[in-house]
């Protein structure tokens, strides 16, 4: 084995120190067919500084070709000019390429036939027909004309349609002996068919650029009684504005409420008649929560636990919706219009704020803190504002009842109750009343101004208390409706002492709304826990209207009921977001 090793390791040795021969020329050639050589790369670079010294100097006359020949025995680049012909024909061709590279591809192709002659055998085969040039002109417009079309086919007028072919198309013909036409003429009269049946609606002018467009709504208006100031037709416009509600304030003229022909109801019967849903065009996602009808304007507003309000133009028909906000992270539970000079709308829900929305500068602000009483206002999801406007109350804990300014949100004042707290409503009354009902059904009346205990009494039922609710406007507060949680109503005539004139025992769940009409001769009392659980009560005589409901009345679970500032119509939501809307047409 050592002697192995050494043998290997001695050929080793000699295989180091043997010499490499010297390329021979063949090999060196070899070797710079392959790899080149020095001289040569020097060479191939002055042969490319005087191939573009060359083409700046000569441009377009075409001697601008360079070869790599790789036949030949040094491998460099030659220069080769073509023939004078050659180089013309090559020119013209690469002119050519350029041009149609310029072009898209839609006008590679081209129409070879005539137009002239094809306008002349058109107008030659609608006189045979019978047809003047005038119509002639107006039936054969090419519809691609438009530029505003998506699609054009030239095959178009190529076809031929057969009129005769079925009953449909048959209502195409313009004269009784025709019986075919060419495509871009039946394309015309089916347009002309379509906007017959299916009117061009109002916002396809407004996107072209009209500021107004006078809506379809104009005459529901005056047909539902929505009277407008000075005995005028009322107008509705629509406009692509950021605030739609704006524009719908400032051009539309509002209708006044008036005692001139008012009559009394019949106790026995109601004329009532159902219209088109409120909310037809969106609606909720959510239960409608609260509504509310503005004062001068046919406006609705709603919300509820989807976070979105909504405000509808009511006319009875259509219903368009004006405009929507979405408030995050705050379900609604009260949204509010307020009747004051300047429109403003206030939501809120179960949390710790409340939003004011100013409908004349679009701006939305956070009512958030009471500055020293946070511990008396723990949610402000149920809150009621004045009839004039000033004044937001809220439902506090501990039997508290915190005033706030609408202007500035600002905490003005507090009234205490014994007890827990229920619900309080405001009179319309002069000095402003609130009155107030805890747990126990203990009623109290406070003086708005001075803060004034005026009096404190006790509801007949007394136990399981839901809602209080004053009737009437301008100051006739006359009644006074107390709901409770086994389906009863108490109703009382203040102007009698506080006399209890009737009981209403019709519903047998927990009262959830309570709310009287604008002058006080009707009362609408629903429960949430059952369907259609609603009825109208005639007051004074304390009786339910048994002609409605009726057992077909589509109602549902009635969520929130509402009637509009001159009691012409009902409207009541329910569990499923939709709000049904009633026409009273006593008034």
Not at 450 to 479: C, M, Q
Not at 502 to 510: A, D, K, Q, R, Y
Request: glycine content about 6%; proline content about 2%; charged content about 30%.
């Amino acid at each position: 084995m050592a002697a192995k090793n050494k043998s290997k390791k001695s050929k080793s040795e000699v295989n180091e120190d043997a010499e490499i021969p010297l390329p021979n020329e063949e090999e060196k050639y070899l070797e710079k067919l392959v790899f080149g050589d020095q001289e040569g790369f020097s060479n191939s670079l002055k042969q490319i500084d005087r191939l573009y010294d060359e083409q700046e100097e000569e441009g377009e006359k075409g001697e601008k070709l360079f070869i790599y020949d790789s036949e030949s025995d040094d491998g460099y680049l030659s220069k080769m000019k073509n023939r004078e012909e050659e180089v013309d024909e090559g020119n013209e061709e690469e002119e050519v390429e350029d041009e149609f590279s310029k072009l898209n591809d839609d006008r590679l192709f081209i129409d070879d036939r005539d137009g002239e002659e094809d306008k002349e055998e058109d107008k030659e085969e609608d006189k045979e027909e019978g047809k003047s040039d005038e119509d002639v002109d107006e039936d054969a417009m090419d519809v691609t004309s438009d530029s505003n079309d998506a699609w054009y086919d030239s095959d178009d007028q190529n076809i031929e349609v057969s009129l005769a072919s079925s009953d449909k198309l048959r209502k195409l013909k313009a004269t009784e002996n025709e019986e075919k036409l060419k495509g871009n003429r039946y394309i015309l009269r089916l347009r002309a068919q379509f906007e017959r049946i299916y009117p061009r609606p109002a916002w396809a002018d407004d996107y072209e650029g009209n500021e107004t467009v006078k809506d379809d709504t104009t005459d529901d208006i005056n047909e539902h009684k929505f009277d407008s100031v000075g005995d005028k037709s009322t107008h509705t416009h629509i406009s692509a504005s950021s605030n739609p509600l704006v524009d719908f304030l400032r051009t539309n003229q509002s209708y006044r409420l008036s005692d001139k022909n008012m009559r009394l109801l019949s106790p026995e019967k109601i004329d009532i008649t159902r219209l088109v849903d409120a909310n037809i065009k969106n609606i909720s996602h959510s239960a409608i929560q609260t509504m509310s009808f503005h004062s001068t304007h046919p406006l609705l507003l709603t919300g509820g636990y989807d976070r979105t309000l909504r405000i509808y133009h009511i006319d009875g028909k259509h219903n368009n919706m004006v405009t929507s906000l979405h408030l995050r992270n705050s379900p609604v539970q009260t949204a509010i219009f307020n009747n004051s000079e300047s429109t403003d709308i206030f939501a809120a829900g179960r949390r710790r704020y409340m939003y004011k929305w100013s409908v004349s500068n679009g701006q939305i602000e956070k009512i958030t803190r009471l500055y020293g009483h946070e511990q008396t206002q723990r949610s402000f999801e149920n809150f009621k504002l004045s009839p004039n406007g000033e004044f937001i109350g809220l439902i506090g804990s501990s039997g508290w009842i915190n005033l706030l300014s609408t202007t500035t949100g600002q905490w003005i004042r507090g009234f205490k109750t014994e007890g827990n707290l229920v619900d309080f409503d405001f009179s319309t009354s002069s000095p402003m009343i609130i009155a107030a009902i805890n747990s126990g059904g203990e009623i109290w009346e406070f003086e708005v101004k001075t803060g004034k205990v005026l009096s404190r009494w006790t509801d007949d039922t007394g136990v399981g208390v839901t809602k209080i609710k004053f009737s009437g406007y301008n100051g006739n507060d006359r009644w006074l409706a107390v709901g409770s949680n086994t389906g009863i109503v108490n109703i009382y005539d203040r102007m009698k002492g506080n006399k209890l004139i009737g009981c209403v025992e019709n519903l047998v769940t927990s009262i959830s709304s309570l709310q009287f009409n604008h002058d006080g001769q009707l009362l609408c009392i629903a429960s949430k826990a059952k369907k259609d659980a609603l009825r109208l009560i005639h007051i004074p005589s304390c009786k339910v209207y048994k002609n409605w409901p009726t057992s077909g009345t589509p109602l549902g679970k009635v969520t929130s009921v509402c009637f509009s500032p001159k009691s012409e119509m009902l409207a009541t939501g329910n569990e499923a977001g939709k709000v049904r809307l009633w026409r009273l047409n006593h008034y």
